[in-house]
């Protein structure tokens, strides 16, 4: 989009402004301008994305605020307006009486070139969850991929457009969604009843959709795309472990539910018998974390991503900037320098000073392990120091360990599985090459079983020896698939099926 189309659109932002505050701001840089604020008995503001610019030092009276409210249109049930023909936002903040007391009017802008680093995701015809703070860019970059999918793909899109943000003002829609139709939503909470209809009335190949937040529309969202559609949207939430802990929205991304799991699985798994797992497949295949305009994170298999959060791993992904593209390793245990440490000046019990740590679940970890190790109430009585990783830069700790000298390690939560993964490398247990195999056998297990609840084939697993395979059929059963054990050892092996048989180890 040119220059010249911008300034206008701007102008047309302008123009409802009292005439005083008009011409502060079109004296001021417009190209990265966000928001003008109007706050009664406040002065005004217009806000960049790295500062904010005081336009008057007279406060706003109520007839500044009524000047505005006479310009645009009239004011839904979200308290939002706009300006026909345009992009822009009227927000409006209402007192205890329903009278209009500040006002928000926010730049819409219909950028190119927005997509270009996720272009690959969106025409793979997978669905894709966009994840961002506020003004961060989601809405624009909604806006061109509707128009690019529609014009450049060639593909039946539908916009739900339930504030006229991503379409415009209006009952023509704005020309940066290109040749995608619009459905408008009447009342916010009908925004999931519109999604409905619009796969039911007007067979769209894609729906584009800006910001769900209920669980109507998440349970809306996952109707949809069962039904073979591409979901293009956006969620409230920074990341995807934002997300995954959110009861409400979890379901975009499978779900999370509490499982009990038999002592022997819960031993090798080195958890507590109670743990969360993903419900579902995912609604949306893919997510994309907006770190910044022109930073993101992409996870191209969020089943994967949200089953590594819940077992308190790190997500990974692909990081991607307009230089290029690195992908994010899972978080390795630490380095073994304090270990050696450990090992070469001390013999028998080894002492441990928990910070920010759980004191309980680490003898819990001890007394299940086995461990030649005890917790301490001080420093000054330690051997060693368990903190946790966020914590790991507090000035308190820092002078612990520059006063003792003692070894740090860290965790980056306060789970039984991480703290027994780093004692299992601080003691360099002989069972840690076994935990591993186990740990592996249970992610191999876990995601034939999603391979065959989404595509409804036999999945053979790896040889594995009879304990192993005794925990793969428990993990299987709890998906009520069957499963049989084939083959002679070595190389007897699990089987899934889809449907239900009789099996055994």
């Keep these: 989009m040119t220059p010249s189309t911008i300034s206008d659109e701007l102008n047309l932002l302008l123009d409802v402004l009292p005439h005083s505050l008009r011409e502060r701001v079109q004296a001021l840089p417009g190209e990265d301008l966000l928001e003008i604020v109007m706050d009664l008995g406040r002065r005004p503001q217009a806000r960049y994305p790295d500062r904010a610019v005081t336009l008057d030092e007279n406060p706003i009276g109520r007839e500044d605020i009524a000047h505005v409210v006479a310009q645009v249109g009239e004011f839904g049930a979200d308290n939002r307006a706009g300006i026909e023909g345009t992009l822009h936002r009227i927000s409006a903040i209402r007192n205890r009486r329903g009278h209009i007391i500040g006002l928000t009017l926010r730049v819409g802008r219909a950028v ?48 739900i457009d339930t504030s006229n943000e991503i379409g415009g003002d209006g009952d023509v829609p704005h020309p ?44 809306a969202a996952r109707t949809i795309a069962e039904r073979g559609v591409q979901l293009i949207g956006t969620a409230h939430g920074n990341t995807l472990e934002n997300l995954v ?11 999370v539910q509490t499982v009990t799991l038999g002592d022997e699985e819960a031993r090798f798994r080195g958890t507590q018998k109670t743990v969360s797992e993903r419900k579902a497949p995912p609604t949306f295949e893919q997510v994309v974390e907006l770190v910044d305009r022109d930073e993101l994170i992409v996870h191209t298999d969020t089943a994967a991503a949200v089953d590594a959060i819940l077992r308190g791993e790190e997500p990974g ?8 593209e690195f992908k994010i390793e899972a978080e390795k245990p630490p380095a073994p320098e304090s270990k050696a440490l450990i090992s070469e000046s001390l013999k028998g019990e080894v002492r441990i000073y928990p910070y920010a740590v759980s004191r309980d679940l680490v003898e819990r970890v001890i007394r299940s ?25 507090d000035a308190r700790l820092r002078r612990i360990v520059n006063a003792t000298g003692l070894p740090l390690h860290t965790v980056k939560k306060n789970t039984t ?49 009879r304990e192993v395979r005794k925990i793969q059929h428990h993990i299987v059963n709890r998906y009520h698939l069957a499963a049989e054990s084939v083959g002679s050892d070595p190389l007897r092996h699990l089987v899934i099926y889809p449907d239900w048989v009789a099996s055994g180890s």
């Design 112 to 159: 190119t070139g927005t997509i270009d680093l996720i272009r690959d995701l969106v025409e793979s015809g997978k669905s894709l969850l966009l994840l961002g703070r506020p003004g961060i860019g989601k809405t624009t970059k909604l806006r061109e991929v509707a128009r690019v999918l529609a014009d450049d793909c060639g593909k039946r899109v539908v916009v």
């Design 176 to 219: 940066a969604i290109g040749g995608a139709r619009r459905m408008q939503v009447s009342r916010p909470e009908k925004q999931h009843a519109v999604m409905i209809e619009a796969v039911e009335n007007h067979m769209p190949e894609v729906i584009v959709i800006d910001e769900i937040g209920t669980e109507a529309e998440a349970v």
């Design 245 to 255: 802990q959110n009861p409400t929205l979890s379901d975009l991304v499978g779900g």
């Design 317 to 324: 992904g692909i990081r991607r900037t307009p230089d290029g």
């Design 369 to 393: 392990f086995r461990f030649d190790a005890r917790t301490v109430p001080s420093p000054e009585r330690a051997d060693m120091i368990l903190a946790l990783r966020s914590r790991a830069e």
């Design 417 to 465: 599985a991480q703290i027994r993964r780093l004692l299992n490398h601080v003691f360099s247990q002989p069972e840690e090459a076994a935990g591993e195999d186990i740990d592996a056998a249970i992610r191999e297990v876990e995601a034939a079983v999603q391979k065959v609840l989404e595509e409804s084939v036999e999945v053979a697993l790896s040889p594995q020896p």
